[in-house]
């Protein structure tokens, strides 16, 4: 069973950067999609980005121009780089494929002043 590590959360200011960072056990080239998804605080999970086997993206439009996702084979490795935080980017971020499978424990992320 495919499972996820998620890394690279943490404390940022208003207008700041982070790059989340998945590990996945097993090889991704053969997962065709990864998506990234964030939990706030006292909400469901929701889908934030998506990234095909051929390096198609797609995002939620609040995130759009602000975050990037992507991927490395090699590396077994999803990417979420993100910019311009606000407050409303604070939560709990998860990986997994599509369809998902078992859920990793997240990396926190906090935009606070």
């Known amino acids: 069973q495919v499972q996820f590590v998620e890394s690279g959360g943490g404390l940022v200011q208003p207008g700041g950067s982070l790059r989340l960072s998945c590990a996945v056990s097993?090889?991704?080239?053969?997962?065709?999609?990864l998506d990234w998804y964030r939990q706030a605080p006292g909400k469901q999970r929701g889908w934030v980005a998506r990234?095909?086997?051929?390096?198609?993206?797609y995002y939620l439009d609040s995130v759009k121009g602000r975050f990037t996702i992507s991927r490395d084979n090699a590396k077994n490795t999803v990417y979420l780089q993100m910019s311009s935080l606000t407050p409303r980017d604070t939560a709990i971020y998860y990986c997994?494929?599509?369809?998902?499978?078992?859920w990793g424990q997240g990396t926190q992320v906090t935009v606070s002043s």
């Open positions: 997994n494929k599509f369809p998902p499978g078992s």
């Open positions: 097993g090889s991704i080239f053969n997962i065709p999609i």
């Open positions: 990234i095909h086997n051929d390096n198609r993206t």
